[in-house]
């Protein structure tokens, strides 16, 4: 079944830990990385939709992190030795095992926890990952400041990843 946009901000949003600390892990800046993130969260949402279903998001996105990521060293012009792509490689086939096990229960988790988030926190999330506004562009929208909309954005990550690290640990999978 192909994907949606609303399917592929449970998506993002369930893979978000394990793709940040991926890009942080190549980039080696957690600023930089975070930069790197909202460039891939646009390919997901200009590309993701063409993808054959759930299963095959968590590959690609990663490869699709690793070349952003990449890339984003290559243009910075005081960039530390990236890391040895034998090791990205090690890690892609660790992960590509692990998301054959737990993905769709990592999904279910997530699709429960945003019914459970409080309306403003999900209009947050719809409008930045669903309507794919900049974190400027939805500031402007809501009429906050922009650091105040980051701010809280990470509160709502940060919830939505203990939710969901709380319900896999209910169904026995350990899950960081």
């Known amino acids: 079944m192909a994907l949606d946009q609303d399917g592929l901000v449970q998506l993002l949003m369930s893979h978000r830990a394990m793709l940040l ?5 190549i980039v080696g800046d957690p600023h930089q990385a975070e930069d790197v993130f ?7 949402f200009r590309k993701g ?3 054959g279903g759930a299963e095959e998001f968590p590959a690609w996105a990663r ?7 990449l890339n984003a060293l290559r243009q910075r012009l005081s960039a530390p030795k990236a890391i040895d792509e034998s090791i990205l490689d090690l890690l892609e086939s ?28 999900r209009r947050l999330i719809e409008l930045r990952y669903g309507e794919n506004l900049s974190g400027k562009a939805l500031a402007d929208r809501i009429g906050q400041q922009l650091n105040t909309v980051y701010v809280a954005l990470s509160r709502v990550y940060r919830a939505l990843a203990a939710c969901v690290k709380h319900r896999m640990s209910r169904e026995g999978i350990a899950y960081e």
């Open 49 to 51: 939709t063409s993808l």
């Open 94 to 121: 660790r992960w590509s095992e692990t998301d054959r096990v737990a993905g769709p229960v990592v999904s279910d988790a997530l699709r429960e926890c945003l019914r459970n988030i409080s309306p403003q926190s």
């Open 38 to 44: 909202q460039e891939l969260a646009v390919v997901v």
């Open 63 to 69: 490869q699709v992190a690793r070349f952003k990521a």
């Open 21 to 25: 600390g991926y890009i942080a892990l």
